[in-house]
């Protein structure tokens, strides 16, 4: 579950992490009422006005902007607010921006020098070990730094059983060239930030930029934060962060039906129990020459209301030019699930208009293949892997 910036600086606060305070708001009036208590609170005269959506790179886009007065944050609020947001990591129709976030400005002047610093962390499955990735290069994307010098990018594994030691968030301090007052609040800033980290069974925190300011304090400016899904019965208090007007509506849709879907960019929808037999499918995809749509597990059960809906999940993408259905039947006998697939393919024949193949093995796969084949409906059924990529292929090239 992604949250919004303003969500994971709550979070990061929680836990003593500094971060650059701000309020949300949602019209431009609110915004200057927001300007306007930040003001009382922090004694900022001058404001960052930053839309708040599920996607980095939002100052590319015209989504971050600086406001010097009370005028201006009413009139950069009016630009951000409602418009479709554009950035390096949203698709070319961009995501509509609802909210800003009305924040102090911590760039304020001093006798040294503000600096930016990147720093995230997340898990490393290949190693089983928490990696917090840094850089000096901070503001930057840090693709293009990794890209062009990767010597700027340092690491640091962490061992769940140990955790962090103090000497690694000294040396990360000193890898940084932090030094002074400044290098103890930053290993201040990385013990709190791991405990975040953990504490919130997060799969990533990603801090861009970490801010050094001119009196040396360490602050989180932004804040990119992923909970795990599987760890949301722990925290009932995060359900209520989830904003469903940042995710697909038809990933929205298919959650609340119980369906494990994901949307992708292909031509080819994949129906499915389980989520090995799905990869396996859309291998199977690839290799007819169709490209997946969608990743969609129907999961122990394939009765007919099921399937109905799983067929009008997948076909509500207009790209979709066939559909392969590929069940395992070991919970449920095959027969039971080519019963479903035919119930729902009568219920909305006239909505189906792409070529549907299915592919049933195990109990009773034989009896299921005939009823699909007596049935009349257009509807084709294979037994093999081999004959299901055929299908596809031929369904493709048509």
């Known amino acids: 579950m992604n949250l919004h910036e303003y969500q994971g600086k709550e979070i990061l606060s929680s836990f003593g992490v500094r971060v650059q305070r701000g309020i949300v708001a949602t019209t431009p009036e609110k915004a200057v009422e927001a300007a306007q208590e930040m003001n009382h609170k922090t004694g900022t005269n001058w404001w960052v006005v930053k839309a708040q959506i599920h996607a980095g790179g939002r100052g590319k886009g015209g989504g971050v902007k600086l406001a010097k007065s009370l005028e201006e944050v009413r009139e950069k609020a009016s630009e951000i607010i409602g418009m479709n947001l554009i950035t390096p990591q949203t698709s070319k129709k961009g995501k509509k921006v609802h909210q800003v976030l009305i924040a102090e400005d911590m760039y304020y002047p001093g006798e040294a020098e503000t600096e930016e ?9 290949v190693k089983a070990k928490n990696i917090i990735v840094y850089s000096t290069e901070g503001g930057m994307d840090i693709e293009t730094v990794a890209e ?5 990018i340092f690491t640091e594994e962490i061992d769940p059983a140990v955790g962090l030691q103090n000497f690694q968030a000294r040396r990360i ?3 940084l060239g932090l030094s002074g ?25 990603e801090i861009n930029p970490v801010l050094k300011t001119s009196d040396n304090q360490i602050a989180a400016v932004d804040a990119k934060v992923t909970i795990d899904n599987n760890s949301l019965f722990r925290h009932s208090d995060f359900l209520k962060l989830r904003d469903i007007r940042e995710e697909d509506p038809t990933e929205v849709e298919a959650g609340e039906a119980g369906l494990n879907f994901v949307k992708l960019e292909g031509n080819v929808g994949c129906m499915v129990n389980g989520a090995g037999l799905a990869m396996a499918t859309m291998d199977i995809i690839k290799l007819s020459g169709g490209d ?7 999961g122990g059960t394939a009765d007919a209301e099921r399937v109905e809906k799983a067929f009008r999940i997948i076909l509500a993408d207009d790209r979709v030019q066939a559909i392969l259905v590929n069940i395992f039947g070991g919970i449920v006998r095959c ?18 208009k792409v070529p549907i193949i299915v592919r049933l093995q195990g109990t009773n796969a034989e009896i299921a293949k005939k009823m699909i084949d007596d049935s009349g409906l257009k509807v084709v059924s294979a037994i093999t892997l081999e004959e299901a990529a055929a299908e596809v292929t031929q369904a493709l090239n048509k």
């Open 117 to 125: 610093f990147y720093m995230s962390i997340l898990l490393d499955r």
């Open 148 to 152: 062009k010098t990767p010597s700027l």
């Open 173 to 175: 301090a000193f890898n």
């Open 181 to 205: 007052e400044a290098f103890k609040n930053m290993v201040k800033f990385v013990i709190a930030l791991y405990k975040a980290y953990l504490s919130s069974d997060a799969t990533l925190f």
């Open 292 to 298: 997946p749509a969608n990743f969609l597990d129907v």
């Open 335 to 352: 027969d039971r699930v080519a019963q479903g697939i035919l119930d729902a393919y009568k219920n909305m024949s006239d909505f189906i």
